[in-house]
């Protein structure tokens, strides 16, 4: 796993929790704040990948 898997992972993970919390205090702003983490953490956890798949092309595995 690179930096931007784990780092992608940890954004979703905590928009996530930001997300619930809003629906639990009613708060729209805070439910839209949690997934717009989510889908930055979704697209860099995704760079991360490919990243990944091109460092194992490289090394020829």
Request: cysteine-free.
């Amino acid at each position: 796993m690179n930096k931007d898997q784990a780092t992608g992972a940890a954004k979703q993970l905590g928009g996530k929790m930001q997300e619930e919390i809003g629906k639990l205090v009613g708060s729209k702003e805070q439910q839209a704040k949690g997934i717009k983490k989510q889908i930055v953490g979704n697209v860099q956890e995704s760079v991360g990948d490919v990243k990944a798949a091109v460092k194992q092309v490289k090394n020829g595995k």
